[in-house]
């Protein structure tokens, strides 16, 4: 079984709205339900959790219901961090019955524009090597930040340094044995934003890439993100780029 497991259960203060932005209208329909409609639509995916923000549990199944989400059956409560939320959907599962060998495609929320083969590619890598991030290559040159505003070169060449994106996916059974070993080691709640990070503080070195996209990458984060999201709904390519 192909289980996703959607994020969407921070507050967005970054967004500095009155509504999570998860549940922000765009073009009169919710974010998160674009991000579920993808998800819905994919025949390899079989069940879909979301770990929901505590007290938008029954705006999330109704919307759910209007948009015809039927492939929704579980709905966990959020964390205080995002390694909580996700731990707090992991366990659900496995309370839920579902086998600790069966695939989780985990997933943020706000990151809408997920391609149905992005999400076929981080199924078939899991199944092939156990682990699957998705990731683009990075075509900038990287330097690390400083408190002070300024910056370190990084050594590592741009060629060999990649940007992670979601979905991360893992069997039920591995991401849960790497977050009880986190745990171990203190690297649970704040420490850790994504699983792909967890799994590699635990001294896991070698997770397989699959190929993201630029419109993927796109988090919805803030106003501007907003703006770039409804740009790209809007947009269609050319009929001359092969």
Not at 149 to 156: Q, V
Not at 211 to 226: A, M, P, Q, R, W
Request: proline letters at 3%; one cysteine or more.
């Amino acid at each position: 079984m192909n289980i996703a497991l959607l994020t969407a259960a921070g507050s967005g203060t970054r967004m500095g709205q009155d509504i999570p932005k998860q549940f922000m209208n765009i073009d009169d329909c919710p974010v998160i339900i674009y991000t579920l409609q993808v998800f819905q639509n994919h025949p390899l995916i079989d069940t879909i959790a979301v770990v929901c923000l505590k007290g938008w549990e029954m705006i999330l199944k109704a919307y759910s219901n209007q948009y015809g989400i039927t492939k929704l059956k579980y709905i966990f409560l959020g964390g205080d961090s995002n390694f909580q939320s996700t731990r707090n959907g992991l366990l659900g599962l496995r309370e839920n019955g579902i086998s600790d060998s069966d695939i989780v495609v985990i997933h943020d929320g706000v990151r809408p524009m997920v391609s149905e083969e992005i999400i076929s590619h981080n199924i078939e890598t899991c199944q092939k090597y156990g682990y699957a991030v998705t990731g683009l290559l990075c075509k900038e040159v990287i330097m690390e930040y400083h408190d002070d505003e300024t910056l370190t070169y990084i050594p590592t060449p741009r060629e060999r340094l990649c940007r992670t994106q979601t979905p991360h996916t893992y069997r039920l059974g591995t991401i849960l044995d790497a977050q009880e070993e986190a745990i171990k080691q203190g690297l649970g709640g704040n420490k850790t934003a994504a699983m792909c990070q967890l799994v590699g503080q635990i001294g896991i070195d070698e997770q397989h890439l699959v190929l993201g996209s630029e419109k993927n990458g796109l988090k919805l984060t803030n106003v501007e993100d907003i703006e770039l999201f409804k740009a790209l709904l809007h947009v269609s390519q050319a009929p001359w780029l092969k």
